[in-house]
């Protein structure tokens, strides 16, 4: 699998249904895609927030991608994430726990930084446990702060899941 910036949802339930799913640090960067970028529902609708890296080509194995610090783009997808979740159901249970990796520098190289909250939001989301099939809400629309404003949005980043359906997000995988 590639790595990815707090993945849409369709990225975790591929990871949940393949037990022995391997971020590939092999592969090359490829600009523009999840690798660097999630989409999360903002109140006048999807809102991408783009992880700026240093001068990469279509060439660089991911695994040598390093983070720019330039932009401030920590306080800004944190005030983004605060501006689109904050009044969601479980926002502050689980805002904690996301806002270190906001907070700081916690690493340098684009891959332990999504390796390193994919654990996270792995470890909310509870992914060792084992839903039956019957019991799985695949696909189903679920609670979305701005759906009556703007409809469902299906398959934004993994934490709209988590930030407003908590521990049943796990259902939905």
């Known amino acids: 699998m590639t790595t990815a910036y707090l993945a849409p949802i369709s990225w975790y339930r591929t990871f949940r249904a393949t037990p022995d799913a391997v971020i590939d640090a092999d592969e090359h960067y490829v600009k523009q895609t999840m690798r660097n970028r999630c989409t999360i529902a903002m109140p006048d609708g999807?809102?991408?927030?783009?992880i700026p890296?240093?001068?990469a080509s279509s060439h660089v194995p991911v695994r040598d991608i390093r983070i720019s610090e330039h932009g401030n783009w920590r306080h800004h997808h944190w005030n983004a994430l605060r501006t689109a979740y904050g009044k969601s159901p479980f926002f502050e249970y689980y805002a904690d726990e996301m806002a270190?990796?906001?907070q700081s520098r916690t690493h340098d190289f684009l891959i332990d930084f999504n390796a390193a909250l994919h654990e996270v939001v792995c470890g909310?989301?509870?992914?060792?446990?084992?839903v039956p099939a019957e019991q799985r809400r695949t696909g189903e629309p679920y609670y979305q702060v701005f759906a009556q404003r703007l409809g469902f949005l299906p398959d934004l980043s993994i934490v709209d899941l988590l930030f407003n359906m908590g521990p049943e997000s796990i259902f939905y995988l």
Do not use: G, I, M
């Open 124 to 130: 909310l989301l509870d992914v060792q446990q084992q």
């Open 100 to 102: 270190v990796f906001y």
């Open 46 to 50: 999807p809102q991408h927030l783009v």
């Open 53 to 55: 890296v240093v001068a």
